[in-house]
């Protein structure tokens, strides 16, 4: 199936520094991304829809001067968490589909990022 | 998108088939059934889909009932490999919002030795 790789896997920052985390779609090209949130013990949420040359949907509730979204080619979509705090601690994963191979979606392996 | 509910936990012994069932009693006729599985600390990995009738792959097999309302992928020899969170989401297929899913709480399961 289609490759998804996310960049870094794991990444500790300090309080109020942003980080930037990187969504590829390997052997594909990706008109939409899709990015989301997991803590611990609990399902995958979806944060918003990254939209290759225009800006970013974000579902409710999702601060989006907090988590720029950027998605300047059709190969790469990037998160960052901006001023970042402890409760922005978190599984982060990012999806995408290969809209000329198949309907489903293959996703990234995750980025934990620990703010400290 | 239909909602979807799963049991919250099931265990299954090793070597043994394992079934997880889903109930999608909203679906409606576009909506295909799709299945992912996460492994702990990993990214969700597709299994299989279908819109009607059972399909298999060299992962498992899901089988949806004539009235769609429900549906069961068959792990047919689980391994401990096997042991994550098992999500059932049902969509519309295809179109830019293809990688667009909801999560519910998913089923965990457990494959002992």
């Given amino acids: ?116 | 998108d239909a909602k979807t509910t799963q049991p919250p936990s099931m265990d299954c012994a090793e070597g043994r088939a394992a079934n997880l069932p889903c109930n999608h009693s909203t679906i409606s006729g576009n909506e295909y059934v799709y299945w992912y599985r996460q492994i702990h600390s990993q990214g969700p990995q597709y299994i299989i889909h279908g819109l009607k009738n059972n399909e298999t792959n060299e992962m498992a097999s899901l089988i949806i009932t004539e009235d769609r309302k429900s549906s069961t992928l068959i792990l047919p020899h689980a391994t401990l490999r096997d042991t994550a969170v098992y999500y059932c989401i049902v969509r519309v297929g295809g179109g830019n919002q293809g990688g667009k899913l909801i999560f519910g709480q998913g089923t965990e399961l457990s494959v002992k030795p």
């Fill in chain 1, 1 to 116: 199936g289609a490759v998804v790789s996310q960049h870094p896997s794991r990444v500790i920052c300090k309080s109020g520094t942003s980080v930037k985390i990187e969504c590829r779609s390997l052997d594909f090209q990706a008109t939409t991304m899709f990015w989301y949130r997991q803590f611990p013990k609990q399902s995958l949420m979806l944060m918003a829809t990254s939209n290759e040359g225009s800006k970013a949907t974000y579902e409710q509730g999702v601060e989006k001067d907090k988590f720029l979204i950027n998605h300047a080619s059709l190969t790469l979509s990037t998160l960052t968490v901006t001023s970042a705090h402890p409760e922005d601690s978190s599984f982060y994963i990012c999806s995408a589909r290969d809209p000329g191979a198949s309907t489903e979606a293959f996703f990234g392996q995750g980025t934990r990022l620990t703010v400290v």
